[in-house]
């Protein structure tokens, strides 16, 4: 499985946007780019994910660079119940039913 | 919103005990999978299921770990003969396509 590269921890304050940067330098051409999250004490949840263009949901964008080896997941407004770790997951997009391979993430911190 | 449900969220056993741990998929999805986290490590994946067979098993899912989806709902994991090391938080997802849903996890304590 190709590798993603994430910050161990960044902190943010409340109400202000947050980019969490991810590397994949050595990302295939049928590999998405999928962002999960976990919040303490929870199971793992979903947040976007992307191939080529950037992605816009209602819980984030995902700006995706134009050689795909690193992408950005950005929070618009940060609030205290996005404190989690966030995932950087690169999953083959041949296989529908393929697997998620978790690696450490980044620790988000939100400041009052 | 539909969700996917684990029972039960906590399950002490002595270890060489047999242990089912259950979880309900949403109801339209095609796609299952188990994954594990032990306390303060990254969330491992160990099977992932279609169509009544396993699609993929790790390393970790040995000849100790069992998957069957019995009925229409219901989707379980057993571990045949419980070790130490099983101790973890179990999760169960399920999928229709790109997106998975994990449940809120079962958390298994081994004696």
């Known amino acids: 499985d190709a590798k993603t590269t994430q910050p161990n921890s960044m902190e943010s304050n409340e109400e202000e946007p947050v980019h969490l940067p991810c590397n994949h330098s050595?990302?295939?051409?049928?590999?998405?780019i999928h962002w999960y999250r976990q919040l303490p004490s929870q199971g793992p949840e979903y947040v976007i994910h992307?191939?080529?263009s950037n992605v816009n949901n209602r819980m984030a964008s995902l700006a995706i660079a134009e050689d795909r080896k690193s992408s950005t997941l950005i929070l618009h407004r940060a609030t205290l119940r996005d404190a989690a770790v966030y995932y950087c997951?690169?999953?083959?997009?041949?296989?529908?039913?393929?697997?998620?391979?978790f690696g450490k993430g980044i620790t988000l911190s939100v400041r009052p | 919103e539909p969700e996917v449900t684990q029972t039960p969220s906590h399950q002490v056993t002595q270890m060489g005990q047999e242990v089912i741990l259950r979880c309900v998929p949403i109801?339209?999805?095609?796609?299952f999978y188990w994954y594990r986290q032990i306390l303060g490590q990254k969330v491992e994946f160990l099977v992932s299921?279609?169509?009544?067979?396993?699609?993929?098993k790790s390393e970790i899912f040995d000849d100790q770990f069992s998957v069957e989806r019995p009925d229409g709902s219901n989707f379980t994991l057993k571990i045949r003969s419980t070790k130490l090391e099983d101790s973890a938080m179990y999760f169960c997802?399920?999928?229709?396509?790109?997106?998975?849903?994990f449940g809120p996890g079962t958390r298994l304590t081994v004696l």
């Open positions: 050595t990302i295939s051409g049928t590999d998405y």
């Open positions: 997802a399920s999928s229709d396509f790109d997106e998975q849903f």
């Open positions: 109801s339209n999805h095609l796609y």
């Open positions: 299921f279609y169509n009544n067979e396993i699609s993929e």
């Open positions: 992307g191939l080529t």
């Open positions: 997951i690169l999953r083959d997009g041949a296989g529908a039913n393929s697997k998620l391979t």
